[in-house]
């Protein structure tokens, strides 16, 4: 399979770390601007947990999930059978290929950009497939700014493969930076950015659930960068185990940066959003 496919491929392991996602405690941003009506393409919806919501929130408007995952899309329509939400379907795609033309208020992709080398193109059919006067949400991650105190070497170790694993493969680390100028390249206006920047410490409720998911990252893609040659199967196993024993010690606190970037694809009236 050629590299960049293998990196979009997102292993059975991640599944976790997306079905404990909810709009409020991973995209403030998109559940502050659903509204009963919208039309809503979700880009990359993965399991669809995310998605199934906007649908609830977006009803009677029509929600579409998209992914090129054979197994999330498996997993977004066991949770929700087609017929269970009238107004959410799930379809196979790759939104790079485009071919959706004015149909959606809002067109949003969280987390995806990431993972893709050729950003231009995804946002280019992204903005063709909102209507005019609608609006593209993108969320992502500055991956080089993520903290954690006192880390384990192993994981130290870890986390300096995965940069370099992902700048290989000409993916951006650091994209939420560029995505201002992108969105703007792509012809839309109003721009607005929403840092979301989240810190927890072992102490507070959400501890678990968001520096677990990094325990989840090196279980899973730890195994792609396994087999790419940018760990041995010991050190992933060391990041995994050390990683274990650092969550559970006084003190463990994380910082990891995020932001929500959105523009309107220009002319038309604005939808209720």
Not at 41 to 53: A, H, S, Y
Not at 229 to 235: D, F, M, P
Not at 240 to 262: F, K, N, R, S
């Amino acid at each position: 399979m050629p590299s960049r496919a293998r990196h979009i491929d997102v292993p059975r392991e991640a599944l976790g770390i997306m079905t404990a996602r909810t709009l409020a405690n991973s995209h403030p941003t998109l559940l502050g601007l659903l509204r009963p009506g919208l039309d809503v393409l979700d880009v990359g919806c993965g399991p669809g947990t995310l998605t199934i919501e906007t649908a609830r929130r977006a009803l009677p408007g029509r929600v579409v999930g998209l992914d090129v995952n054979p197994e999330m899309l498996a997993a977004a329509r066991g949770a929700s059978p087609p017929g269970a939400l009238p107004n959410l379907t799930f379809l196979s795609g790759d939104i790079r290929d485009g071919g959706w033309d004015e149909e959606f208020d809002l067109v949003n992709a969280a987390r995806v950009l990431q993972w893709i080398p050729d950003v231009a193109r995804a946002l280019t059919a992204m903005v063709a497939a909102a209507r005019p006067g609608g609006l593209v949400v993108v969320l992502d991650y500055d991956h080089t700014l993520a903290r954690w105190t006192d880390a384990p070497a192993a994981w130290t170790r870890f986390y300096d493969a995965f940069l370099g694993w992902r700048e290989a493969a000409r993916l951006d680390n650091a994209i939420v930076r560029r995505l201002p100028a992108l969105l703007g390249d792509a012809g839309l206006t109003e721009l607005r950015t929403a840092p979301q920047v989240t810190a927890v410490r072992q102490e507070d409720p959400d501890f678990y659930r968001i520096s677990g998911m990094w325990r989840l990252v090196a279980d899973s893609r730890g195994r792609q960068m396994v087999e790419a040659g940018w760990l041995t199967h010991a050190e992933r196993n060391a990041a995994v185990a050390a990683y274990t024993d650092w969550m559970q010690a006084p003190g463990a606190a994380l910082t990891i940066h995020e932001a929500c970037v959105l523009g309107r694809r220009p002319g038309g009236r604005k939808p209720r959003s």
